[in-house]
């Protein structure tokens, strides 16, 4: 076996496959800027991914904030800096972890969905229907889940931030014994305008990518329910991943100036 | 002679190194309907895809009111899907929506019916084949085999297209709902003008339904002619095959 045949065998399906996500993306999109419109899809749609996402996503937000708090408050009494706490968390929180928690989770709950749903739909030949009912699939099942993806992420990690937030304070003033009103003014006053949209232009792209990667996988799923698991898993999978890569590419573009 | 409503030349569709379609040639007239029989896994249902575009032929040529249509993409290929209705063989039923959702999905899609209006339709459609107006709040996975594959044959032919396709109509259904569908099949065709491309291995429905029938064998269509000549085709495959018989010239691969 030639090892360099292997690596550009690899190399060479990774390039196709990147190629291949890329092309679905510019239909997808395409989709989404031309008429018809099926809103009443995109409603159900922003519903199932902001509203339903709300318990978990708050509930991962509250204790990475508490955590957040407590952790620091340790750290930092080492070098006697324990009223950086709050500018901390809040910085933290709106900056990284209140995008890609919520990207993640989100990824696990509707990314998981998406490929199910739509991998299904393609295995029992119900995709093939809709073509032949007048309807293009990417335009009926694929641009609402973008479009609400996309539009839905940032409300959620607005929703975290504050949650996550709030945890820090409920840790700092309760536990760690901070005056309520500096905790407060700690947070506020070191607040950057930017700090907060940065992070949700993060949501924003994470939410494409959930959207994109669930629909993708199980679009182009087959081979029955064997298939629609494995697109299932790869949809999840692939999005942690490119949520991962693509949270330090727009952090590098937001702050390296700086 | 008049431009054929299909005109399929020389169609050939491999998966793999697995060669299914291998050159078949045949014409659907206008308000004609015509019957493809062959054995289980000769690549009837994949013609049907080709024609539909659901499926990319390798090579050959489909044209429709004498438009090729192989390698057509986007709006035109959604404008010329218009015209085709399709019973899936699987029935192929929107699992999310309701019954008579699904038989109205064109009417409101395609031709921009009001809800109400399509609804009205689609319970007289039901109607057609055999279910009461309750089944249309049913969701599909409430029904039984034969009553998805009536409520597909109901989706198929709601928007009254001009060309439809029945991947085995009447498979899983008892012998009197069989004849019913056949009737309604012989009625889309007489009275809509409809022209008809089935799939059926049921010889008696084949009968009924067809003014001729083609037999696919390896590939290519093998016998072509009126359905009245079927017993006198001459042709060992075909002989065999209507009758049903294990010896023949069409050998089962069957490991030994
Ligand atoms: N998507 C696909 N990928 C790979 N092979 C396929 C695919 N679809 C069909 N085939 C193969 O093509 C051949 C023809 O399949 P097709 O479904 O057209 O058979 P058929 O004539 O309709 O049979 P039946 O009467 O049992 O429905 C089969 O051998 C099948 O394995
Ligand atoms: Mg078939």
């Given at each position: 076996m030639n090892p360099l045949a292997t690596i550009g065998r690899f190399a060479i399906a990774f390039l196709q496959r990147i190629g291949a996500v890329a092309f679905f993306a510019s239909r997808a999109v395409s989709h989404c800027v031309r008429?018809?419109?099926?809103l009443r899809h995109v409603g159900l749609q922003m519903m199932e991914i902001g509203y339903y996402s709300l318990p978990v996503v708050g509930m991962t937000a509250l204790f990475t904030g508490m955590v957040l708090a407590l952790q620091s408050y340790t750290g930092f009494a080492r070098f006697s800096a324990e009223g950086a706490v709050a500018t901390v968390v809040v910085v933290s929180i709106t900056r990284e972890l209140g995008p890609v928690i919520a990207g993640l989770m989100v990824a696990g709950r509707i990314g998981a969905s998406m490929a199910a749903e739509i991998g299904t739909m393609r295995v029992t030949e119900q995709i093939d229907a809709l073509h032949t009912l007048s309807t293009n699939p990417m335009k009926y099942l694929v641009a609402p889940r973008i479009i609400a993806g996309a539009a839905m992420l940032p409300l959620l990690v607005l929703v975290a931030d504050i949650i996550g937030v709030f945890g820090g304070y409920i840790v700092g003033v309760y536990?760690?014994?901070?005056n309520a009103g500096t905790y407060l003014k700690q947070t506020f006053d070191y607040l950057e305008v930017m700090d907060v949209v940065s992070g949700l232009v993060k949501a924003s792209v994470f939410g494409f990518i959930i959207s994109l990667m669930g629909c993708y996988h199980g679009y182009n799923s087959d081979g029955g329910a064997q298939g629609v698991g494995r697109a299932t898993t790869n949809a999840v999978v692939s999005a942690s991943i490119l949520i991962l890569v693509f949270n330090y590419g727009i952090t590098e573009i937001f702050f390296s100036g700086r | 002679m008049a431009t054929p409503k299909i005109s399929i030349r020389g169609l050939k569709k491999r998966f793999g190194s697995k060669i299914v379609l291998d050159g078949v040639d045949l014409d659907i007239g206008v308000a004609e309907s015509v019957v493809v029989i062959g054995g289980s896994g000769t690549g009837k249902s994949v013609l049907l895809k080709c024609i539909l575009g659901l499926l990319e032929p390798e090579d050959g040529s489909i044209k429709i009111d004498g438009q090729e249509v192989v390698g057509m993409r986007g709006r035109e290929r959604e404008a010329i899907n218009t015209k085709f209705g399709m019973l899936f063989q699987s029935a192929a039923l929107f699992d999310s929506m309701r019954v008579w959702e699904n038989v109205a999905f064109g009417l409101i899609a395609a031709q921009k019916l009001p809800k109400a209006e399509a609804k009205k339709i689609a319970i007289e459609k039901l109607g057609q084949v055999g279910l009461p107006p309750q089944t249309g709040e049913l969701y599909p996975a409430e029904l039984s085999g034969g009553m998805k594959k009536r409520v597909g044959l109901a989706r198929a032919i709601a928007t009254q297209p001009e060309i439809i396709f029945f991947d085995?109509?009447?498979?899983?259904?008892d012998p009197i709902m069989s004849d019913v569908i056949n009737d309604l099949i012989v009625e889309c065709v007489h009275v809509l003008g409809a022209s008809a491309l089935s799939i059926t291995h049921d010889m008696a429905s084949c009968r009924k339904i067809a003014n001729r029938v083609a037999m696919l064998y390896q590939g290519k269509i093998i016998w072509d002619g009126p359905v009245a000549q079927i017993d006198h085709s001459n042709n060992p495959f075909v002989d065999q095959f209507i009758h049903g018989r294990a010896e023949g010239p069409i050998r089962m691969q069957i490991p030994v």
């Open positions: 008429p018809p419109f099926y536990k760690l014994d901070f | 085995e109509p009447t498979t899983g259904l």
